[in-house]
């Protein structure tokens, strides 16, 4: 699983950083949390493939999270893409998208589909396909759970801004313990199917004796899934807290240095102090700052420095980080 | 009067071609031709200011010419513009922008007018501001002519491409000759006011006596305006030509080289050579290839070389390039 920031700027993009864009690549997927304007580029150069499953997660509809969204998907209607895609926004993110299928001819030969939520009334509201205005379904959200696999979730929740804004948090579910093929093969155990069954725990029968991954060492014992929480824009918020809780790693936005803690409040934006001191308070492991004014150029560690004051294990986002997340 | 190619890519960025935007400076303001995705940066990378006063023209609604719009209006409503506005295009460009304005909260403090040109009734649909979606006016189209000021005219053509695609020339009014202030200091004359009249042609009176700048050696004799003609995306056609005529600068998309003549064709896209025919056919006096394919990187120079074939006048188009027109 590794975390790769493709955009760490705020609202107008300098030199060396682009507009918000992060995505996770995880299992063979991608997972993208925003997408500013030409985070295209930034995608291609990290080394992410572009017919790949997506879920993509839009926090807003301020211009500079949501602007790079309509030219990648024209660029994966070029590429002859056949891998599905889920995006997830708030209302309106059909219209917004319809609206590039009927002005400018977007297409999309591959699955596709838009889910809204409509946290108000607490439901997801699903389209399929660009050219059908009629949602195809309509699902109450459980508690705020609005997306699910065998391996992971993804929770929303509404945050503090001048706009509706959701933060995200992917889950994962508890993990197989790590895999040691070499008791496989002690144990007469070729490599096949039956690897793949030990790997995620299950008891295999082989040789006419039945053989538990668990008791004889093949897998280790069940490890705790990790846990990453995207902020969105905000400002501080309970709500937050609560979707971030015990978070292997919290990505905030840190617009501005502790010494602009007074626009911060009037924007509805956060200091570098503002994201230690939810980090600290949901428990996080490790806190990402991005989300930098334009204002912070060759200064911008300042706000590193403010953050680690409060919470240590900080890093200062930078375009095409990678985290290998274990 | 400066050119200054903002991006030479055709659908896809590469490296060191960004998606197509040309600028022209032309006394204190700025045009631009069609608005690639992030060509925001190129633009302030060129020194561009964005508080100047602006006219855009786009040719036409696919993708790559028009997605960088929205991201740039975003940024002048951040930067407090106060300068005028003009953007021209295809039907439904009103609608495009104003969905941004209803979804996004994209705002626009300046003066700011939408102009629709609908080539079937011949007519301008102008829209000032973005919230409303009723047309301030609609003007018959005289010609092709759909824009002047005392300095210059703007008129287009209907071209052939998969979608409604204009192309359009930019032809300057007979300029006043060139200005000798050596004449005028050496009559006494201070600079003032005067010499502004003086370098318009204009007969002034001082110390009681009329003196014509033209007959005094003050200004040199009417000179020809210049005409720069963009082809926007297009297979070859006759009405570029006839819009282009003369042109001392015809800047002409090359998506392929000549073993591609059949793409071209099948895309309504054009080749180096019948970019370098069509030079030659309107009389134009240098031309420049743009809108270059992403699969030409390092061999990008064969289409140039294919081009100079026919027309040796020719300049292959790259990110920032500057031309200065005399």
């Given at each position: 699983m590794?975390?790769?920031?493709?955009?760490?700027?705020?609202?107008?993009?300098?030199?060396?950083?682009?507009?918000?864009?992060?995505?996770?690549?995880?299992?063979?997927?991608?997972?993208?949390?925003?997408?500013?304007?030409?985070?295209?580029?930034?995608?291609?150069?990290?080394?992410?493939?572009?017919?790949?499953?997506m879920k993509i997660f839009i926090t807003h509809f301020h211009g500079d999270h949501i602007l790079g969204l309509p030219p990648f998907l024209f660029r994966l209607s070029l590429n002859d893409r056949t891998a599905p895609m889920m995006i997830?926004?708030?209302?309106?993110?059909?219209?917004?998208?319809?609206?590039?299928?009927?002005?400018?001819?977007?297409?999309?030969?591959?699955?596709?589909?838009?889910?809204?939520?409509d946290h108000?009334?607490?439901?997801?509201?699903?389209?399929?396909?660009?050219?059908?205005?009629?949602?195809?379904?309509?699902?109450?959200?459980?508690g705020n759970?609005?997306?699910?696999?065998?391996?992971?979730?993804?929770?929303?929740?509404?945050?503090?801004?001048?706009?509706?804004?959701?933060?995200?948090?992917?889950?994962e579910k508890p993990r197989y313990g790590k895999f040691v093929p070499e008791r496989a093969r002690n144990l007469g155990i070729p490599e096949s199917n039956l690897w793949k069954k030990l790997q995620e725990g299950q008891i295999i029968e082989f040789n006419g004796k039945l053989i538990d991954p668990v008791k004889e060492g093949i897998v280790?014992?069940?490890?705790?899934?990790?846990?990453?929480?995207?902020?969105?824009d905000l400002k501080p918020c309970k709500s937050l807290i609560d979707l971030g809780r015990d978070s292997d790693l919290l990505i905030h936005e840190a617009t501005f240095a502790k010494a602009l803690a007074e626009t911060a409040e009037d924007k509805k934006h956060s200091t570098s102090i503002d994201a230690a001191n939810d980090a600290k308070k949901?428990?996080?492991?490790?806190?990402?700052?991005?989300?930098?004014?334009?204002?912070?150029?060759?200064?911008?560690?300042?706000?590193?420095?403010?953050?680690?004051?409060?919470?240590?294990?900080?890093?200062?986002?930078?375009?095409?980080?990678?985290?290998?997340?274990?």
């Open positions: 590794e975390l790769i920031i493709l955009g760490s700027a705020a609202a107008t993009p300098i030199e060396n950083r682009n507009l918000p864009s992060i995505a996770l690549r995880y299992k063979n997927q991608i997972l993208l949390f925003d997408c500013g304007e030409d985070f295209q580029r930034r995608f291609a150069k990290a080394g992410l493939k572009f017919n790949k499953p997830f926004g708030p209302r309106n993110l059909f219209l917004y998208l319809y609206i590039h299928r009927k002005i400018l001819g977007l297409k999309a030969k591959y699955p596709i589909k838009i889910v809204e939520i108000k009334n607490q439901k997801l509201i699903e389209f399929e396909g660009l050219d059908s205005e009629i949602p195809k379904r309509t699902i109450k959200i459980n759970l609005i997306f699910e696999t065998n391996y992971f979730s993804i929770k929303y929740a509404l945050v503090e801004h001048s706009v509706i804004t959701f933060a995200y948090a992917f889950i280790g014992p069940e490890r705790p899934g990790r846990k990453i929480t995207y902020s969105g949901m428990g996080a492991k490790q806190l990402i700052l991005t989300h930098i004014s334009a204002r912070y150029q060759s200064d911008a560690l300042i706000l590193l420095e403010e953050a680690k004051e409060i919470f240590p294990n900080t890093i200062l986002a930078e375009d095409l980080l990678k985290i290998e997340l274990k």
